[in-house]
């Protein structure tokens, strides 16, 4: 092994060893590859689905597609990873065209039975057919089988699933269509549930029934949360952010039997309900989960029911909504649809949902709308929310159509400029109005608020947040902050209704400024914060991350409320000699952590470094540090697999993080610049790492290991 510091370590290696397989990376290529190739080298891949489905994978395995090859059928690998060994499937190769499943009219293009520890990544998955049917982009499921563990679904491309239409909101088949659905398809002898499931950074486009099905029970589906059935089956540590849905027939997401763990956020859905009635983001039998910093436009459904961006469905105690935007929809922002069910948990039916500091703008049906059962009962807290609408349209505000509901409204701005928008209430319910602000245009049905304000709110640009195509509007909505001066600073109510224990819980406004907990805070979905006058920036160095041949270096920035540009400078002495790129600050007081990484660093070197930051004012310096590299020990090695004469797989460990060379000569007394590069060796896991020849056939073969 040749390192820096001129160390060599030899390994001989001699052929036709039999030898046990563990962790191990096989490679697929529908165009140039074979199903007799061994699968482990990229030049000897195999070829097919039907290899891949007759294969039980072990933990640890790497499975890899090629970037632009393409099957058609089900895939269905076999095999479970373990905890902290999960199995990977992705990609390789350079082609920018992601492997490509198309499930060509099967119920499923890729499909995992009663398997956990899998990650699927970077997938293309298409279902298409002639006509409606049960049919699936990716799906995780589990039937008998107890707890289904770590199971995540990361940057894959779904589209163009074929399923079958729910027009009559009970089609058992229509709900089972989706495009990632992750289900217990029974439980009749084994209590079956679902424990880390995420689904991110997924465009998920051009599906029928529903976008993201998560986690349904076939065998359930009307159990109340806190019962023992429900104890039985709900889901844990499910999370699904950052993903884009749109051109879905019904649903965006589908979120069932989740728990307080779980969390929806980052999303944005748009162009939904394009088949039928739907919500785009639904709980059912859900407790306390949290949905937040979601977009989502155009729904469009028919504006009578079931048009809104969020739907606290059936059995949905404890949800909470918050810090999202939802605009240009046929209904509004959020509906809760209640159940009847017997008590279940300690606040009663389907109680205690909270909906706070989220912005609707120009929304043209029901903003709020409060319904269910017959003799349902439910409590909503419903606050700081900012309601926007511009003139000619007739949204209701407020829709509590059914009996049952205790609800209270406290510091919401109603921004209205819309002769024909109302509120309309039914009998039955107990509502609470108060500390609102009702400004504009006031209608019909605008209900007594014993400490309303109907002066202007003064909101730096109301009506000026992202529209129709915009693909990050959560950036463009400071127009709703309230500006010097505004009635609304300091005069709300303290709403104390923050549930307990749940880790998703927050004290802070849709913009991130701290809410008090004492005293009267601020009306709308903005806190407002006295203007700060621009200052230098200041400098908060983090510890470094290292390793042999480099490391991540962060600091705390404080821009001073002006543009700031920060790197960070290192060297072996304080003459520095070498900077990082630049990282450029918005205009802001908040601290924000910047971090760059230094490499081409030597082994076991102390290091000086420090981060400069500047802004209109000046510049910043922050104080002298350091740094040791890791040192590159001797590796350990250890033949893990190899099959006759063809190839063979060696593994070693060494410092997580540290990058090698593999080289190889079957003559020990050629110069070592002649030797053969094989390539990088993969670090399967922190400090673990393997390698692969496909040798041909020789007596003795050498192997150098280079850092880097």
Known sequence: MLLKNNILFGLLILLGLTLSVKATTYFVDSVSGNDANSGTASNAAWQSLAKINAKTFSPGDFLLLKNGSSWSGTMNPRGSGTNGNPIILSAYGTNAALPLINGNGNTDA??????????????EVINPASSDGERRGIHLCAGNYGAVNHLYVSNCFVHNIRGKVDTSNGDIIAKRSGGIVVEVTTDASTATWFDDVIIQNCTITAVTNQGIVACGNRSGGSDYPGTSAWNNRNCSHLIIRNNVISDICKNAMSIRYADETCLVEHNLVHDTANCTDGNMICSYGCRGTVFQFNEGYHNNGDGLHDGSLYDADLRSPQTVWQYSYSHDNSWGLFAHYASSDAAGNPFGNDSHIIVRYNISQNDQGDIFALTGDSGAVASEYIYNNTIYTTNGLAPTFFDDRSSGHTYYAYNNVFY???STANFNFTSGNTRTFDYNVFYGQHVAGEPNDAHKLTSNPLLAAPGTGGGVG?????????GYKLQTGSPCITSGFLVTTNLTGNTNGSGFDFFGTPVPNIGQPDRGCSEWILPVTNQLPSISLLAPITK????????????????TAVFFRFGITTNYLANTTTNFLLAGTNFVIVSNQLSGLLAGTLYHYQAVATNSLGVTNSPDATLLTGIVTPPLFSVVGGSGTQTLQFAFTNSPGASFTVLTTTNLSQARTNWTPLG???????????????????AARYYQIRSP
Do not use: C
């Open 470 to 478: 915009g693909t990050n509007n959560l950036l463009t909505l400071t």
């Open 548 to 563: 042999p041949n480099g490391a991540t270096v962060s600091a705390q920035i404080n821009p001073g409320n002006a543009a």
């Open 416 to 418: 209205n400029l819309s």
């Open 680 to 698: 990088s060796a993969l670090e399967s896991a922190p400090g673990q790492f393997q390698f692969v020849d496909g040798r041909t056939n020789s």
């Open 110 to 123: 890729v499909v995992l039975t009663n398997q956990q520890f899998w990650e699927i990544n970077n997938l």
